[in-house]
Each structure stands twice: as structure tokens, then as C-alpha cells.
């Protein structure tokens, strides 16, 4: 990874998760910067990327403020998430907005899915990026582990022994990994800090922004994961009020047959 000649002064930091920061580190970005794809990335770009591991609201809350700057980024969806389900109806409707506002989708392939039940790696993420494809009627170019088994960090050598459908690319290969700047927030921790404080630095990126994680009022983790039961990013609360209704109905229409 090349890091860029000429440094120059970038925006004051204030570490916070809000979208107010986010969108000022974006159109800081913008400068310097294009935002690209995995499969039209060169050279001076930035690739951004969002893996989707709990909720699609706040997924596409992010899409819309990106959207609203003119700025791609891909979407990494989750099957074995135990927050939403992308094929519902609900999951759906939503995953298609994103796609409506720009944005690609990749497929966020649980590891630790496939090595507890024992199953071909290969055959199952082909099985997943044909189900996105043909459901939302989009190309699938990219692919990001989830769950890393062995370590907490990234085994470059358990995730390239997967192969993959031709055409689909590793967004931890060695291309997009090691040769670019890999920068993310996981677990709302940026282990290099802030991306604001790496504004300019290098020449091409791979950025990992969780949109979970981001909120107006820069939430902790804990506080952001309180607001999933009872709040606005709760799937649960508002689909068994729903089931109840509709089974109350049903009832009472067979209860007078």
C-alpha cells in the first residue's frame, strides 16, 4: 500500500460514532478521493464497505446519507443473522431501497455457520450469492467472511482456501486486504483510530464502517443494543403484535363457521 506524497491537513477529530461525523469524514473524503466497487476499483479510490450483521434500518439509514453525498458503497448481507431475514417481506422491501439509492450488495458469508454444521464452504456461499442475485435482481461481486473461526482477527490463509464462483471476488484477498489500507470499526473500536485521522494518508482504501454502530447521538455499544428491543431498529416487537392480530382474526372467523 502506497502512502500518499503529499499529506494534508485533514478535518479535527472527535471520535464519536455520530452521522454528523461520518458525514463530515465522507465529504472530506470526496476531495481527494473517488469511491468505487470491488470490481472497478484502480488507483486513488476508496472502496466502502458495510457489513449488515444486525440491522437493515440502520443499513439503510447510511445508504441515504451516502446517497445524499453521491457516494457508492456495498452492502454485505447476512443470512445467519439473528436480527432480520433478507428475503422476508419486511427485509426485502428494505434491502431493495438500498439498492434503489446506488448501492451494491456483497454477501456476508458466515464461516462459523458453515464449519459448525459441517457443510461445503464452496457450495454454500454459491447457493447464497444465487438466492441475492435472483431475489433483488442484482450482481453479486464481492464477498466478506463473518464469523472468524480460528482467530479474532483475519485469517487470510483459512479465507483463501474457499473457492469461489468465478467472477466473485474475496474482500480479504490479498488484492483487497494487504495492497490497500484496510481500515474498519468493529465492535465500534477503530484499532488504528478514527478513519478521520487517516484522511489523505494513502492511495487507495478499503473502509469497513458497521452502520450499527452510528447513530445521531454517537450511543454506546450498550446503549445501541438496548434500543434493538423497544426501539426504532425492533423487528420483533411490531411482528407479533402483527401475528397476533392476524391470528385473533383468523379465529374468530373459523370460531363462527
Excluded at 473524503?29 to 476499483?41: C, G, R, V
Excluded at 457516494?71 to 447476512?78: A, E, H, K, V
Excluded at 467472511?145 to 464462483?165: C, F, G, M, T, Y
Aim: aromatic content about 12%; hydrophobic content about 35%; glycine content about 6%.
Amino acid at each position: 500500500m502506497n502512502a500518499k506524497k503529499e499529506l494534508k491537513k485533514g478535518l479535527e477529530c472527535n471520535g464519536n460514532f455520530t452521522y454528523d461525523h461520518y458525514t463530515s469524514i465522507l465529504q472530506e473524503l470526496k476531495k481527494s478521493y473517488k469511491f468505487t466497487s470491488f470490481k472497478n476499483a484502480t488507483s486513488n479510490d476508496i472502496i466502502l464497505r458495510h457489513d449488515v450483521d444486525a440491522s437493515l434500518y440502520a443499513a439503510l439509514k447510511m445508504a441515504k446519507i451516502e446517497n445524499g453525498l453521491g457516494i457508492l458503497s456495498t452492502f454485505f448481507i447476512l443470512f445467519s443473522s439473528e436480527f432480520y431475514n433478507p428475503i422476508s417481506v419486511g427485509g426485502s422491501k428494505i434491502i431493495r431501497e438500498i439498492l434503489a439509492l446506488g448501492h451494491k450488495l456483497g454477501l456476508h458469508y458466515n464461516e462459523l455457520f458453515i464449519f459448525e454444521n459441517n457443510i461445503d464452504p464452496t457450495e454454500t456461499i454459491t447457493a447464497e450469492i444465487n438466492l441475492l442475485e435472483q431475489h433483488f435482481n442484482t450482481k453479486i461481486e464481492a464477498v466478506a467472511a463473518h464469523d472468524l473461526v480460528r482467530n479474532s482477527w483475519i485469517d487470510l490463509e483459512n479465507i483463501s482456501s474457499i473457492k469461489l464462483p468465478d467472477g466473485i471476488v474475496n474482500a480479504y484477498s490479498k488484492e483487497f486486504f494487504e495492497k490497500r489500507k484496510y481500515l474498519s470499526d468493529s465492535a465500534q473500536f477503530w484499532r488504528e483510530g478514527c478513519l478521520c485521522q487517516h484522511l489523505n494518508k494513502y492511495e487507495e482504501l478499503q473502509v469497513l464502517v458497521h452502520p450499527m454502530w452510528w447513530s445521531h447521538d454517537g450511543l454506546s455499544r450498550d446503549e445501541i443494543m438496548d434500543i434493538f428491543l423497544g426501539g426504532e431498529y425492533d423487528d420483533y416487537t411490531p411482528s407479533v403484535k402483527l401475528a397476533k392480530e392476524t391470528h385473533e382474526k383468523h379465529f374468530n372467523n373459523i370460531s363462527k363457521n
